[in-house]
């Protein structure tokens, strides 16, 4: 079935996820983001999908929330019907229903194994710069603006971002940016460590596609799915000894690879690497290293 918020469009070995409600400022509702889950997953199981890039259709990225429902729009019981209590009346959080919609985008954008880039054409706010914050490379449009709003909107950060956040702008620019509620334009998302670069309108799309197709061509899928777990997930960890475990099985199991011996052959016949093994098949036995954690 054809998606009904975003566009799902594979060229070069290189998917483009466009959120696509342009009328409503690509606003963001359960039905995207049940579809952007879904195209993670099926950006994942296909082999011939080497990056990703997500922009916004239109003028913005994405608007946030879908404010439609007005005045309960955030309220749970609502809009999805009482959650389950516990004997003595209060909500029970492991309910799925209580689930913040936003953070299941976020943690599926971190479990993926493709590169994924951020192509900001316009206004971000709310979950439309949240999302955000689980892709690798964010690019700003001169035309893009930013807003962790929720301080104004009387509610508080999701999608993970207070988990993501900190990590990527350090807490003191996180703090500010959260309490304040404001929006701020492209050059102070450079200024805090937000967006790695800022680029006229017209140039977003050619920049993102450029760093995408330079991955695709020229790097080996399964070192790249393993780079990208490996960073995000050692953010986490207690000690460098974890590192370096990671770091020894992986240079064991891939140093006895195909690729590897490739990598190394065409680097000395100074030719381009023709890398045949694929994440859908080849990943190592010790991957994945990590329990997946619960929501309960």
């Not at 304040?180 to 998302?189: I, K, L, M, S």
């Amino acid at each position: 079935m054809p998606f009904e918020t975003i566009k799902y469009e594979v060229a070069d070995q290189i998917l483009t996820i466009t959120l696509n409600r342009p009328d409503k400022l690509n606003a963001f509702n359960p039905t995207m983001q049940h579809e952007l889950i879904e195209a993670f997953d099926k950006a994942d199981a296909d082999d011939n999908v080497r990056a990703i890039i997500v922009t916004g259709e239109g003028r913005a990225f994405c608007a946030g929330a879908d404010l439609s429902s007005g005045a309960d729009t955030f309220d749970r019981d609502a809009r999805r019907g009482p959650v389950r209590r516990n004997a003595d009346g209060s909500a029970d959080y492991s309910d799925p229903q209580v689930r913040d919609g936003g953070g299941q985008v976020t943690l599926r954008i971190f479990k993926c194994l493709k590169p994924v880039i951020a192509a900001v054409n316009g206004p971000a706010v709310g979950i439309g710069v949240t999302m955000q914050l689980a892709m690798d490379i964010r690019i700003a449009s001169e035309a893009a603006r930013f807003g962790f709003v929720f301080s104004q909107r009387g509610i508080v950060p999701e999608a993970a971002s207070s988990w993501f956040l900190p990590r990527i702008v350090g807490i003191s620019q996180a703090l500010e940016w959260c309490y304040t509620g404001r929006v701020f334009p492209a050059q102070e998302a450079l200024e805090g460590k937000l967006v790695s670069r800022v680029v006229p309108a017209d140039q977003l799309l050619d920049t993102a596609r450029t760093l995408a197709k330079e991955i695709a061509a020229k790097t080996a899928p399964v070192s790249v799915a393993l780079i990208r777990q490996m960073m995000w997930r050692m953010m986490g960890a207690d000690d460098p000894m974890e590192a370096h475990k990671i770091d020894s099985r992986g240079i064991y199991e891939r140093g006895r690879s195909d690729d590897v011996k490739e990598g190394v052959s065409s680097f000395l016949e100074k030719r381009p690497a023709q890398f045949k093994n694929k994440v859908s098949a080849d990943m190592p036995p010790y991957f994945p290293w990590w329990d997946e954690r619960e929501y309960k």
